[in-house]
């Protein structure tokens, strides 16, 4: 069974940083674009940021452009999620996504993400 494993979440201060990263297990996605999305507790699961399959092109949700980078090492077959001067808002669980289709833009339609991680939590203290 193919699955996406997140890891690099947990608990951290108003200012720090963390790195998430993703990993298939399963197969290979270097081909794929990838993304991350958030979910808050109470709040509908929202769009973070997306990658295409070479890595040349992103995009940001505005409330992290500026904070966070979104990466990935093909020859790893892993993306990451940087984020920087974390927000106690930023608390959320964090999901990554492949998309099984050519794309010249990075996918920001969660319609199109047929494979989803099972998420790894960043909370951040105030």
């Known amino acids: 069974q193919v699955q996406l494993v997140e890891s690099g979440g947990g608990l951290v201060q108003t200012g720090d940083s963390l790195r998430l990263s993703c990993a298939p297990s399963?197969?290979?996605?270097?081909?794929?674009?990838m993304g991350w999305y958030r979910q808050a507790p109470g709040k509908e699961r929202e769009f973070v940021a997306a990658?295409?399959?070479?890595?040349?092109?992103?995009v940001y949700a505005d409330s992290v452009k500026g904070r966070f980078s979104i990466s990935r090492d093909n020859a790893k077959n892993t993306a990451y999620l940087q984020m920087n001067s974390l927000k106690p808002e930023d608390t959320a669980v964090y999901y990554c996504?492949?998309?099984?289709?050519?794309?010249?833009?990075?996918?920001?339609?969660?319609?199109?993400?047929?494979?989803w991680g099972q998420g790894t939590q960043v909370t951040v203290s105030s």
């Open positions: 996504a492949a998309a099984p289709i050519i794309a010249p833009a990075p996918v920001t339609d969660p319609r199109q993400y047929g494979y």
């Open positions: 399963g197969r290979t996605f270097s081909g794929y674009p």
């Open positions: 990658v295409t399959w070479s890595g040349a092109s992103t």
